[in-house]
């Protein structure tokens, strides 16, 4: 069963990268089209994005390690990003952080153990004149209390 | 009698964060329950934050201003006539243009922003989209150049560098392949004019871009957007297949024999692709990390050959210039700060938003005036100005004027344009302690006065605020800034510690054993 996930994973890794490859500079483009189809960036697509490209292991390593966006590890089924910048710390942030972090009993980086949420923090959604903010997947939600973080969560 | 009413309701992201879609969808549904014909247009935001979600309806050609407007308003704004611009009731607020917030700006760049359908190419000609490229076709890059050069305009991303001597370079610099990229990688905290840009009104960038691309002979343009902003990414990938589609880019820009093309590029979250060498590295697929200037990137950046790298802001604002001439951008403005600025009000403040306004009014002026004191109706402590790299200013200072020289003269900045309003009970201490914590997250790693001096400057603060060694350590914070200061690559580190040393100046009682104070509330003996 994990061995035929992971080869057609490793097709689909394949495909994204061969479709990208004469874009100049095409790394981040391939990095983000596999994270959008697979939800993150497999240890595997390292060897293969390597390949296709004609770089090293490597330097492919080293770019997904740099971004903060790309994470090796499967994540939730939603993506929680909760501003942790001035504007909306001027605003409550620092408590709301706080209280996601217990409620979801996780900390940044980490998932739920139901695998609904991940918190990743982040670092201004221009979201600034309605703080704070947060953004659920691709949704930016503003003026978020615990109250209406609680909705937002449920 | 069964005219077609237009009903606007925002569809930018901070309008859709606090409701905007849920009173569209109100406003749909109530309007065919009572079979009154409306035209829904869903606009950009004009920018009065604290108004949104802002429902407009335009009647005899005026539009008329609702806001904010909550879903479960929508029925009693029918039962009170709205569409028909009557006032009575809570949430009227009278002709849109003469809100004394909006009625006393100086829109220039933001001239369309909030008008138009962001992506009717339509609607954006009748606001007087295009002129601007109209005229520059006409020119040659030499005098496009100049007439930019002439109107004073400075980068409005951070470091104000005149933009026609940076398009200057690039045109003097012979090469088969020149490039311009956008900088939409909006990463300080307290901007959203990018955002705004690019979400209520992209085709003036991408006018822009294109002017700069004929001006200097550049055929292909990026525009490297934050991942954070996935609205703007949609509706520039949209609107430039639009453009392409009718002719203002492609292989012919207007018909002539000049060619530009145009593509989005997503960033990856890493605060340092704002600076652009690192951005470059960042387009060629790269790690983010600083370049060793010279050489410039005007000579050789993207993939080696001559590039503009400039901020949105100052890209949007060429068509203007364009179409209005030198002359007429240069007359807004005080001393070398040309035309106008972009402020964004944010934070604990009454009436958060855009003002664009000419450079020379008070501080003062924007928070008071235009921003309404906090929003939690306590008093202003500190306002930090320019992003998390600038410093906190102090209110002895809000007389001083927006202009670039006057905020450098006591160490602050403008930046971008952001001012963050914290009340007095904020704690610098921590406001310290983040601007060392962010720099540690963001570093690139390149050099180690910033890789290391950050998490250093934590630590240092932790032990402050904690009462270990407090002079001592005090001291060392100082060096250590210093240090940094002198002895980084780029302004990350080199100006992480400006924050910092303005709480160490203004408010050095913040950065003190907080033992008194938790004594007061329980929390030690
Ligand atoms: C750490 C750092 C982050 C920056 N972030 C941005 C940014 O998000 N957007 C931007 O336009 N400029 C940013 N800049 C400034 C750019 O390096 C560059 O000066 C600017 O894009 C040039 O465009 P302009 O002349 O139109 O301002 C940043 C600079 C530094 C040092
Ligand atoms: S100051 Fe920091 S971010 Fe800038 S080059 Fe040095 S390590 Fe990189
Ligand atoms: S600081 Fe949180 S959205 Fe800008």
Same mark, same amino acid.
């Given at each position: ?42 240890? &595997?697509?390292?060897?293969? %994005?390597? *390949?296709? =490209? /004609?770089?090293?292991?490597? !330097? ?5 390690? @740099? ?27 620092? &408590?709301?952080?706080?209280? %996601?972090? *217990?409620? =979801? /009993?996780?900390?940044?980086? !980490? ?5 609904? @949420? ?37 | ?432 302690r983040?601007?060392m914590e962010?720099c540690a997250?963001?570093s690139?790693?390149?050099?180690t006065p910033c890789r290391i001096g950050a998490v250093r400057g934590v630590e240092v603060i932790d032990r ?9 350590n005090?001291?060392l914070l100082?060096e250590l800034c210093?240090t940094m ?8 580190g080199?100006?992480a510690p400006?924050?910092v ?25």
């Amino acid at each position: 069963m994990k061995g035929e996930f992971a080869t057609t994973d490793e097709a689909a890794i394949r495909a994204l990268a061969e479709a990208r490859k004469q874009e100049p500079g095409a790394l981040l483009p391939i990095l983000h089209a596999i994270q959008d189809e697979l939800g993150y960036v497999p240890e &595997a697509a390292v060897p293969i %994005v390597a *390949d296709v =490209l /004609n770089l090293s292991r490597a !330097e492919v390593h080293g770019v997904v390690s @740099f971004y903060h966006l790309f994470r090796t590890a499967p994540p939730g089924r939603h993506t929680l990003y909760l501003c942790r910048a001035e504007a909306c710390q001027s605003m409550g942030a620092r &408590a709301l952080e706080a209280y %996601v972090r *217990d409620k =979801l /009993n996780v900390d940044f980086h !980490e998932t739920t153990a139901d695998g609904r @949420f991940s918190l990743e923090p982040v670092y201004c959604l221009g979201n600034c004149a309605c703080s704070p903010a947060v953004m659920i997947d691709e949704t930016v939600h503003g003026r978020v209390t615990p109250e209406r973080l609680d909705e937002l969560l449920s | 009698m069964a005219s077609v009413t237009k009903v606007f309701v925002p569809s930018d992201t901070t309008a859709r964060s606090v409701g905007a879609d849920g009173v569209a969808a109100a406003i749909s549904a109530e309007a065919e329950r009572r079979g009154r014909q409306i035209e829904l247009i869903r606009n950009g935001s004009r920018g009065l934050y604290w108004l949104e979600p802002l429902v407009e309806v335009e009647v005899d050609g005026v539009r008329k201003a609702y806001g904010p407007v909550r879903p479960a308003d929508v029925e009693s704004l029918f039962e009170a006539g709205f569409l028909d611009g009557r006032r009575d009731h809570p949430s009227a607020l009278g002709d849109t243009e003469s809100i004394p917030y909006l009625a006393k700006q100086d829109r220039l760049t933001f001239a369309r922003v909030g008008l138009i359908d962001p992506l009717s190419i339509e609607d954006y000609r009748a606001h007087g989209g295009f002129r601007g490229l109209e005229n520059a076709v006409k020119l040659s890059g030499r005098e496009i150049v100049d007439i930019v050069t002439e109107s004073g305009l400075r980068g409005r991303g951070g470091a104000a560098f005149p933009t026609g001597i940076k398009w200057n370079t690039v045109l003097n610099t012979e090469a088969a392949r020149k490039y311009v990229v956008c900088n939409a990688d909006e990463g300080d905290s307290g901007t959203f004019a990018d955002r705004m840009i690019m979400e209520s009104d992209p085709y003036v960038l991408i006018e822009g871009m294109t002017i700069a691309g004929l001006a200097v002979g550049a055929t292909q343009g990026y525009v490297y957007i934050r991942f954070e902003y996935p609205q703007a990414i949609r509706t520039m990938r949209e609107a430039i297949e639009r453009a392409t589609a009718a002719g203002y880019l492609g292989d012919r820009v207007l018909g002539s024999d000049r060619a530009f093309h145009l593509e989005v590029r997503e960033a990856a979250g890493a605060y340092i692709c704002g600076e652009e060498t690192s951005l470059l590295e960042s387009l060629e697929g790269k790690r983010g990390i600083i370049r060793f200037r010279p050489p410039l990137p005007a000579v050789k950046g993207l993939f080696g050959a001559p590039t503009i790298v400039n901020n949105v802001i100052s890209l949007a604002t060429v068509p203007i210039i364009l179409d209005k001439g030198a002359a007429f951008y240069k007359d807004f403005g005080t001393g070398r700060s040309r035309g106008t600025l972009t402020v964004q009000l944010a934070g604990n403040v009454k009436q958060g938003g855009l003002v664009e306004i000419a450079f020379g009014h008070s501080l003062r002026e924007l928070l008071y005036d235009f921003g309404g004191g906090t929003a939690t109706g306590r008093p202003i402590r500190a306002v930090q100005a320019g992003g998390p790299l600038g410093a906190y200013v102090h209110p002895s200072k809000f007389d001083t004027a927006l202009d670039y020289e006057a905020f450098a003269q006591f160490g602050a900045m403008i930046g971008h344009g952001g001012l963050v309003v914290f009340d007095d009970t904020v704690d610098l201490g921590q406001q310290a302690r983040f601007a060392m914590e962010f720099c540690a997250i963001e570093s690139c790693g390149k050099c180690t006065p910033c890789r290391i001096g950050a998490v250093r400057g934590v630590e240092v603060i932790d032990r402050i605020l904690a009462g270990e060694n407090e002079a001592a350590n005090l001291a060392l914070l100082r060096e250590l800034c210093d240090t940094m200061v002198v002895g980084s690559l780029c302004a990350l580190g080199g100006m992480a510690p400006f924050p910092v040393m303005s709480i160490l100046d203004h408010f050095p009682e913040d950065l003190r054993a907080r033992k008194e104070e938790r004594r007061a509330v329980g929390e030690v003996a």
